[in-house]
Structure formats: structure tokens, C-alpha cells
């Protein structure tokens, strides 16, 4: 994905906070202002050394699939200007050993953000193991959130998996309901 999609994080983020409208559609190719910062945490749109962690951290969290190629779902993400996938990366603690799975340059939490026109979808959450439970997740969301915003979303829905039932009190937290839709699907050839 080319650099400067994303807009002023903070500001965004703080106006959507104050219950301000999103950003207008159409004008999310304004200059790069800097990283979007939620809680703290930097996310920033996937870079070409994150994508090998990015693709491991969703195998540890058990999100892929043999049916799906994560490493083109990456790439077909980073290609459409109306997605991207967002990372943080791991904090530069004292104690942060730089190889550790949470240590300075790791790919600590993702999420898939894509507009289809008509909803944004957050696809690919995650969160790695040694750092759930202590709010990055809900950042997560929140950057999608905001990068969607900047695209125009009004409306954001995602998809839970039947075996993933478990997470379903996060999104509760986060305030995301059932929409009471079945999902149907069809593969293209
Ligand atoms: C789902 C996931 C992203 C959540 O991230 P996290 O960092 O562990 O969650 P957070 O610490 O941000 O939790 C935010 C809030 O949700 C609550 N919460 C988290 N998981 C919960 C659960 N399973 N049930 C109920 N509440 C939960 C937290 O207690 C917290 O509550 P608070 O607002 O009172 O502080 C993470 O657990 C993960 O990566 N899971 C594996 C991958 C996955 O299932 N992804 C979703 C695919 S649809």
C-alpha cells in the first residue's frame, strides 16, 4: 500500500471520541500525518518486514485457515485503496529483549480494515498471546475504526467464526452486537 493513506491519528480519533462525523468519503488520500495512536499504541499500515510476523501471529492466534492464502489476503489488502492492515509493533521496554515476540520491532497486534462501499469490515484481529487482556485488542478495533472513518464508513461489522464463540464478549465490551444476519458465501473461480 503506498504511504500517506493515513491521516492525523490522534485528532481523528479524539474527534470521533467527542462524537464528531467521520471524515467526509473521498478524502482519505490526504497527506501523511503520522501513525494512528490509540491508547498509547502506535498502528501503523503493514509494512514489507512486518508481513512474515503479521502472517505468524494470525497462525498463533489461530485465524488462518488451509482454505485461505493469509499471505494474499495481506497483499489484496494492501493493494485496494479502500484496505489496509494495520499493526503495532512491541514497545521498546528495558526488559523488552529485541527477539522477544513483544520486543521492539515485533508485530504485537493486526487488524484487516476494508470499506466495501457500503460497511467497513475488520477482518484478522490479533493480538499476541503474552499481551491479550490488556487492552490492545480493543486499540485495534478502535485504529480500524478510525481508518475506516477517514474512508467515509458509517457503519463497521465483522465476522465471528460459529468455533470462535469465546470472543464474543470482547466485541460486547467494545460495543458491537449480533446484526442477526446469516453469512452466505460462493468462491469465484
Ligand atoms: C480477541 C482479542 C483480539 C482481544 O484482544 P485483547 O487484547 O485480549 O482484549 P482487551 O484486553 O483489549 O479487552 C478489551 C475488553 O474486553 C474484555 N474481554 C477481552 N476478552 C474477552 C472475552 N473473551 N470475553 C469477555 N470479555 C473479554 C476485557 O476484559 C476488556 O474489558 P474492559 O473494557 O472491562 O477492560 C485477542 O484475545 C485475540 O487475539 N484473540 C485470538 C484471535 C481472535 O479470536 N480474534 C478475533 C477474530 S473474530
New binding site residues.
Partial sequence: MAPGRIRDGVGLTNALAAGAPAAPAGDADGPLVGPLRVGGVDFREVADDDVEQVVALWDA???VRPWNDALRDVADARSNPTSTVLVAHGGGAEDADPGSAVGPGAVV?TVLAGFDGHRGWIY????T?A??????????VVAAEAWLATQGVRKVR????ST?T?????????GYTDAECTVLGRDLP
Fill in positions: 492466534c489461530g485465524l497486534a484478522y484481529l490479533a493480538v498471546p499481551l491479550q487482556g490488556t487492552g490492545l485488542g480493543r486499540d485495534a465483522l465476522m465471528v467464526r470462535n469465546q470472543v464474543l464478549g470482547f466485541y460486547e465490551r467494545l
